[in-house]
């Protein structure tokens, strides 16, 4: 049971990486926002109550998760590529 029922053995969470995270179809892409946070940033469609900056989550819940997702996707700096499949 849970989030990855099917392949819970063939998912190793240290290969993801923070978009990786976001990315899951496990979120919701368009969630109710409460008023504080329409009203602390009405342009941002998540919620953000403070900061100098927004938050941006390109490619939010637009990835379906998968057995062994990310675990040879090469990722270098500065630019951190890495192929349209991974």
Not at 40 to 60: F, H, K, M, S
Not at 64 to 72: V, Y
Request: hydrophobic letters at 30%.
């Amino acid at each position: 049971a849970g989030l990855f029922d099917g392949f819970t053995d063939e998912v190793n969470c240290g290969e993801l990486t923070n978009w990786d995270d976001y990315a899951l179809t496990i979120l919701d892409p368009h969630p109710t926002r409460p008023e504080a946070c329409i009203k602390a940033d009405p342009e941002n469609p998540l919620c953000q109550i403070v900061g100098d900056y927004t938050l941006e989550l390109n490619n939010l819940s637009t990835k379906k998760p998968f057995a062994h997702m990310a675990e040879k996707c090469p990722s270098k700096c500065p630019n951190y590529s890495k192929p349209a499949d991974c």
